[in-house]
Nanobody, 114 residues
Protein backbone atom coordinates (compact mmCIF):
# COMPACT_ATOMS: atom_id res chain seq x y z
CA UNK A 1 0.00 0.00 0.00
CA UNK A 2 1.01 3.63 -0.41
CA UNK A 3 3.34 4.85 2.30
CA UNK A 4 4.68 8.38 2.63
CA UNK A 5 7.05 9.18 5.48
CA UNK A 6 8.13 12.76 6.06
CA UNK A 7 11.15 13.91 8.02
CA UNK A 8 13.37 16.95 8.51
CA UNK A 9 11.08 19.29 10.39
CA UNK A 10 12.17 21.28 13.40
CA UNK A 11 12.31 24.66 15.07
CA UNK A 12 14.10 27.54 13.41
CA UNK A 13 14.33 31.29 13.73
CA UNK A 14 12.89 33.58 11.08
CA UNK A 15 15.20 33.67 8.09
CA UNK A 16 16.41 30.15 8.74
CA UNK A 17 16.29 27.11 6.49
CA UNK A 18 15.08 23.54 6.66
CA UNK A 19 15.02 20.66 4.20
CA UNK A 20 12.11 18.30 4.37
CA UNK A 21 12.28 14.79 2.97
CA UNK A 22 9.60 12.28 2.09
CA UNK A 23 10.26 8.59 1.55
CA UNK A 24 7.68 7.06 -0.77
CA UNK A 25 6.79 3.41 -1.28
CA UNK A 26 3.95 1.21 -2.46
CA UNK A 27 3.52 2.82 -5.86
CA UNK A 28 5.55 3.74 -8.94
CA UNK A 29 7.04 6.95 -7.67
CA UNK A 30 8.59 8.06 -10.96
CA UNK A 31 5.14 8.10 -12.56
CA UNK A 32 3.49 10.16 -9.84
CA UNK A 33 2.89 13.87 -9.54
CA UNK A 34 3.86 14.73 -5.99
CA UNK A 35 2.87 17.56 -3.68
CA UNK A 36 3.75 19.25 -0.44
CA UNK A 37 0.82 20.53 1.58
CA UNK A 38 0.72 22.07 5.04
CA UNK A 39 -1.68 22.78 7.84
CA UNK A 40 -1.14 25.63 10.24
CA UNK A 41 -2.78 25.61 13.68
CA UNK A 42 -6.46 26.38 13.37
CA UNK A 43 -6.34 26.58 9.58
CA UNK A 44 -7.29 24.36 6.68
CA UNK A 45 -4.87 22.27 4.69
CA UNK A 46 -2.98 24.45 2.19
CA UNK A 47 -1.25 23.42 -1.02
CA UNK A 48 2.40 24.47 -1.03
CA UNK A 49 4.16 23.00 -4.04
CA UNK A 50 3.92 20.45 -6.82
CA UNK A 51 6.35 18.57 -9.04
CA UNK A 52 5.35 16.47 -12.01
CA UNK A 53 7.10 13.58 -13.71
CA UNK A 54 9.04 15.96 -15.95
CA UNK A 55 10.30 17.90 -12.92
CA UNK A 56 8.10 20.85 -13.76
CA UNK A 57 7.42 22.67 -10.50
CA UNK A 58 4.73 24.97 -9.17
CA UNK A 59 4.49 26.94 -5.94
CA UNK A 60 1.91 28.75 -3.89
CA UNK A 61 2.44 32.51 -4.03
CA UNK A 62 3.18 32.55 -0.32
CA UNK A 63 6.33 30.42 -0.75
CA UNK A 64 7.45 31.29 -4.27
CA UNK A 65 11.10 32.27 -4.38
CA UNK A 66 11.80 30.78 -0.95
CA UNK A 67 10.90 27.09 -1.28
CA UNK A 68 12.22 24.57 -3.79
CA UNK A 69 10.63 21.19 -4.44
CA UNK A 70 12.67 18.38 -5.95
CA UNK A 71 12.61 14.63 -6.36
CA UNK A 72 15.04 11.74 -6.69
CA UNK A 73 13.31 8.95 -8.58
CA UNK A 74 16.26 6.59 -8.04
CA UNK A 75 15.60 6.76 -4.29
CA UNK A 76 11.82 7.31 -4.30
CA UNK A 77 12.38 10.54 -2.39
CA UNK A 78 10.65 13.91 -2.46
CA UNK A 79 12.23 17.02 -0.96
CA UNK A 80 11.30 20.54 0.02
CA UNK A 81 14.10 23.04 0.60
CA UNK A 82 12.74 25.92 2.63
CA UNK A 83 14.76 29.12 2.90
CA UNK A 84 14.07 32.48 4.50
CA UNK A 85 11.43 30.93 6.71
CA UNK A 86 8.78 33.19 8.16
CA UNK A 87 6.53 32.95 11.22
CA UNK A 88 3.61 32.16 8.94
CA UNK A 89 5.38 29.07 7.61
CA UNK A 90 4.78 27.35 10.94
CA UNK A 91 2.70 24.28 10.15
CA UNK A 92 2.57 20.53 9.91
CA UNK A 93 4.00 19.66 6.49
CA UNK A 94 2.88 16.64 4.52
CA UNK A 95 3.95 15.10 1.28
CA UNK A 96 0.94 14.02 -0.71
CA UNK A 97 -0.23 12.44 -3.91
CA UNK A 98 -2.88 15.08 -4.59
CA UNK A 99 -3.19 18.79 -3.94
CA UNK A 100 -5.94 18.32 -1.37
CA UNK A 101 -3.79 16.01 0.70
CA UNK A 102 -6.24 13.13 0.61
CA UNK A 103 -3.35 10.67 0.38
CA UNK A 104 -0.55 11.96 2.57
CA UNK A 105 1.93 10.94 5.19
CA UNK A 106 1.89 11.57 8.92
CA UNK A 107 3.57 14.94 8.57
CA UNK A 108 6.59 16.70 9.99
CA UNK A 109 6.30 19.81 12.17
CA UNK A 110 7.97 23.05 11.17
CA UNK A 111 8.02 25.81 13.77
CA UNK A 112 9.39 29.25 13.05
CA UNK A 113 9.87 31.31 16.17
CA UNK A 114 12.29 33.77 17.69
Amino acid sequence: QVQLVESGGGSVQPGGSLRLSCAASGFTFRNAVMYWVRQAPGKELEWVSRINIYNHTMYADSVKGRFTISRDNSKNMLYLQMNNLKFEDTALYYCAMDNSGTTRGQGTQVTVSS
